[in-house]
């Protein structure tokens, strides 16, 4: 019988700064869940992330899209992540040269790199996009997902591309710290001279819903419990099946993240059960 880590055990294998923050902070939560806030406006954003805050390990901005950004929402975020104990996830999808990447995430408008604990970005450039982020982000304790899968309908993220991915990461432990994806990727693209047999990517998955259907836009949902129990995947992302369509009504955001939050737990602890 093999032995699935908890998130606590696996928190001692990571050197990386936020792949270990993120597991404590997940254990000491007993949370797995992550909320994305898509919202545009400063206000609603900032009040959104406040009521899910107890709920969540971490939250998934997009920061581009607020209308009326300035550096204080920034600081508002920081504040808040302090208050709740969670962490920040900027879902920035870098996917351009490596000497371009390291202007986006360090300077502009946005500063990414000062406030985000984890980003993210595409294989498609090869691995200069990991070591232009990593000049700026390793110094700072940052970690950096891959997108080895996504969950949109004929999304091209398969395959060769996934295993390339993989390889990219496997060559570049030390930031980043795991992917973007549908399933678990430990063993995937493997060669005899890899050694992955103390391998541990963290693995978010997007496109999770109580309700596994899908949106007009191409997205796919899948349960909490087919993403931890059956594919391994470490967190999940919701976003709309969290705070819905009418932001005023607080207790109903409060009890959906919270019944995400058990459910995503729930799954997790199933999935401790010792496996063949």
């Known amino acids: 019988m093999t032995h699935r880590k908890s998130y606590a055990e696996r928190a001692l294998l990571h050197s990386n700064p936020a792949a270990k923050q993120l597991l404590e902070t997940i254990e000491r939560k007993k949370s797995n869940l992550a909320v994305s806030v898509d919202l545009t406006k400063s ?90 982020l990593a000049t700026v982000g390793k110094p700072l304790g940052r970690g950096l997902l891959l997108l080895a899968e996504m969950s949109t309908k004929g999304s091209l993220a398969t395959g060769s591309y996934t295993d390339e991915a993989v390889r990219m990461a496997r060559a570049n432990k030390d930031f980043v710290v795991g992917f973007i994806a549908q399933h678990r990727m430990e063993g995937v693209a493997a060669t005899e001279s890899d050694d992955i047999s103390n391998e541990d990517f963290l693995i978010l998955t997007p496109g999770v819903s109580l309700a596994d ?22 967190v999940i992302i919701v976003g709309r099946g969290v705070y819905g369509t009418d932001l005023t009504q607080v207790g109903s955001i409060a009890s959906r993240a919270e019944h995400y939050m058990a459910e995503g737990w729930a799954a997790y602890l199933e999935g401790l059960a010792p496996i063949s």
């Not at 087919?226 to 995947?233: A, D, P, R």
Request: a negative charge.
């Open 43 to 132: 206000a609603d954003f900032l009040n959104i992330i406040d009521i899910v805050g107890p709920y969540i390990c971490l939250i998934k901005t997009h920061i581009d899209i607020l209308q009326d950004f300035d550096q204080s929402v920034i600081e508002r975020l920081q504040h808040l992540s302090a208050k709740h104990d969670f962490m920040i996830f900027e879902d920035r999808k870098f996917a351009d040269i490596g000497n371009t990447v390291v202007l986006q995430y360090s300077a502009g408008i946005h500063k990414i790199a000062s406030w985000a604990h984890i980003t993210n970005a595409h294989a498609v450039p090869g691995p200069s996009i990991i070591a232009g």
């Open 213 to 234: 259907s899908g949106d007009s836009m191409g997205q796919q949902y899948r349960t909490p419990r087919q993403v931890i129990t059956e594919s391994g995947s470490d």
